[in-house]
C-alpha cells in the first residue's frame, strides 16, 4: 500500500526537473505529486528523463494554488532555509520519519519552492514546519530533482524502518566470569608456552591480547568454544 505522502512543486520552470523528479519518486515507491501553476508547457525533454516514470510524470496534478495543492493535508513541511518563529526547522532524516508517522492520520506533504527563487514568505507561513539539507555554505542550494530524490529517499528509508520485522532473539552473552575464565586460560597457554615470561610485563600483555576477544562481546558459545580450543592446544603441547 502506497503511502499517502505527496510533493508539492511550485512554479516548476525546468522540464528536466520535472522528469528527474518523476523517476526519484518512483524510485523510493512514490507517485502522489502536485504542480502548482507550473511554468513548462514542453514536457519532451521532461520524458527522456523520466525513464521507466512516465506514469508517474503523466499523473502529475496541476493546481492554480498551494492552498489548493494541500487542502486535504494533516502535515505540511516546506522546503526552506529560513527560520520562522513557531515553526520547527527539522533535518531531512526527522522530516522522512515523521512523514511515515503522520501519514497514518492523514495525507501529508512536502512543498518545494521554483528553482529561481524557492518559496515565498506566504508560502513559507502556510507550512506547519520546514526543512532544509545541511549544504556546505559555500553552494548552499541544491537543484530541484535533487532535491525531491533526498526527501523522497528518506520517506523510502523511514517507510522500510517501519515496516521491518523484529529483531531476533540476541544469543546468550559470556558473563565476566566466563570471559574472566577465557583469559586465565589463555594465559596459561600462553605462560607454557614461552610467550609470558615476566609477570608483570605479561599481565599487561595478556591483557592487551585479550581486549579485541572482551570488545567483540563473546556469546556464552563462543567463550566456551574458546575454552575448549585453549585446554586442547594446552592438552597436546608438545614437552619440552
Given at each position: 500500500?502506497m ?8 512554479r ?34 521532461a ?11 503523466d499523473g ?8 489548493e ?18 515553526k ?73 524502518a ?11 552473552a ?16 600462553l ?50
Open positions: 500500500m503511502l499517502p505522502v505527496r510533493f508539492v512543486l511550485m516548476p520552470r525546468n522540464a528536466e526537473n520535472l522528469g528527474a523528479a518523476a523517476r526519484a519518486l518512483k524510485n523510493c515507491g512514490l507517485s502522489d505529486w502536485v504542480w502548482v501553476t507550473p511554468e513548462v508547457e514542453d514536457l519532451t525533454p520524458r527522456r528523463l523520466a525513464v521507466h516514470a512516465e506514469d508517474v510524470l502529475a496534478r496541476r493546481a492554480d494554488t498551494l492552498e495543492a494541500i487542502a486535504d493535508c494533516v502535515w505540511v513541511v516546506g522546503t526552506s532555509s529560513r527560520k520562522v518563529e513557531g520547527r526547522r527539522l533535518p531531512p532524516r526527522s522530516v522522512g520519519e515523521e512523514l511515515v508517522t503522520r501519514a497514518t492520520q492523514g495525507t501529508v506533504a512536502l512543498v518545494f519552492g521554483d528553482e529561481r527563487s524557492g518559496l515565498t514568505n506566504a508560502e513559507v507561513e502556510r507550512c506547519h514546519d520546514l526543512s532544509a539539507v545541511p549544504t556546505a555554505p559555500e553552494q548552499p542550494s541544491i537543484n530541484l530533482a535533487q532535491a525531491v530524490l533526498l526527501y523522497a529517499y528518506e520517506v523510502r528509508v523511514a517507510t522500510l517501519e515496516h521491518a520485522p523484529p529483531p531476533g532473539p540476541l544469543p546468550v559470556a558473563t565476566d566470569t566466563e570471559l574472566a575464565q577465557v583469559e586465565s586460560t589463555l594465559g596459561g597457554v605462560s607454557s608456552g614461552g610467550f609470558l615470561i615476566d609477570e608483570q610485563p605479561g599481565r599487561t600483555a595478556l591483557r592487551d591480547l585479550f581486549a579485541p576477544l572482551r570488545r567483540s562481546r563473546l556469546t556464552r558459545k563462543e567463550a566456551r568454544l574458546w575454552l575448549a580450543a585453549l585446554h586442547t592446544l594446552r592438552k597436546h603441547r608438545p614437552s619440552g
